[in-house]
């Protein structure tokens, strides 16, 4: 597993109260380091090559990085929403995390997977035409498009955040080449109040958007039933040539966000089980950070998962 982290995380912050701070990178990387994986940081002139503005066009078409740059000053300092605050440095930290992305994904689709991109601010929440969230560029969006430049015409994207990934189902709602599943906790009484299981996908895409919400209080058992049972032969039946995956450990029992109560043990069972069907299948992954916002989401969360997914196969 090769591990990548965003080299620029440090040129977000974000102001007091809001859980999506720098640290989270550092709790992700001692997470990964304690289990003896080394953490890569792309090299700034590697990641100055990534040019991926006309993918980022195609996902937000509403001139996102203009939009992010005008917001990048005092007297507005932030883009759609309050919990979107932009630093002066922000839109450089946004642009790192989408190429670190990129650079992740290259590397699985020439050098075989898998690979995890550790990355901040998130992306998931971001939708066509608004950040939202704590999300500014839809990272996993952005890489499914450059994949398809690239030639994969049959992306699966599996969101394992808490929390529903209403961005990347925006993008992808009427695309029949990007099969999109996202388990979250029910958005009825969870952000951002989508991902209702009637939500199946549009025109030529519809039936390649499947969502399953889970009430609050959710425990392990149920969730990995209804990863290994429902979700993962759905994404099977795509017959995907690449899986993404939209990798929050904000469904762990101590974070502060999410309702659902998975455990270390959990967390190990689902990195040996994604383990298991992406060997099974001989396909590329990538794993892309989002949410996940207490140090135990890192250290009894990512550990154990990576420790599964370890135990499998390299
Ligand atoms: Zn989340």
Not at 110 to 138: Q, S
Not at 195 to 207: K, V
């Amino acid at each position: 597993m090769r591990i990548w982290v965003t080299p620029s995380s440090e040129l977000h912050p974000v102001p007091a109260g809001l859980p999506e701070i720098p640290e989270r990178l550092r709790w992700a990387e001692d997470a990964v380091r304690a289990i003896g994986l080394i953490v890569d940081r792309p090299m700034p002139e590697d990641l100055d090559r990534v040019d991926c503005t006309e993918q980022i066009a195609m996902v937000h078409p509403d001139g996102r990085l203009d939009r992010l740059r005008e917001g990048a000053v005092p007297w507005r300092a932030k883009i759609d929403t309050p919990e979107c605050p932009i630093s002066p440095t922000t839109p450089e930290a946004v642009m790192a995390a989408v190429q670190t992305t990129i650079w992740a994904l290259r590397g699985v689709l020439v050098h075989g997977g898998p690979a995890f991109a550790l990355v901040r601010p998130p992306g998931h929440h971001a939708t066509p035409r608004h950040a939202m969230g704590f999300c500014y560029v839809n990272n996993v969006a952005v890489a499914a498009r450059e994949a398809q430049r690239l030639g994969r015409t049959r992306v699966a994207i599996l969101d394992i955040d808490v929390h529903h990934g209403n961005g990347t189902q925006d993008v992808f709602y009427e695309d029949a080449q990007v099969f999109f599943c996202s388990l979250h906790e029910d958005p009825r009484t969870q952000y951002p109040g989508t991902g209702f299981a009637a939500e199946r996908g549009a025109g030529a895409g519809l039936g390649t958007t499947l969502n399953l919400p889970y009430a609050n209080g959710t425990a392990g058992e149920t969730y990995l039933r209804g990863l290994d049972d429902t979700a993962l032969p759905a994404l099977a039946a795509h017959r995907p040539d690449l899986l993404l995956v939209s990798a929050g450990f904000d469904t762990h029992e101590a974070d502060p966000l999410g309702g659902f109560l998975l455990s270390g043990a959990d967390f190990r069972r689902m990195g040996q089980g994604l383990a298991r069907w992406v060997a099974a299948r001989s396909i590329p992954a990538l794993l892309v950070l989002e949410g996940g916002y207490d140090p135990l989401c890192f250290s009894d969360g990512l550990r154990p998962f990576l420790e599964g997914w370890l135990s499998l196969i390299d």
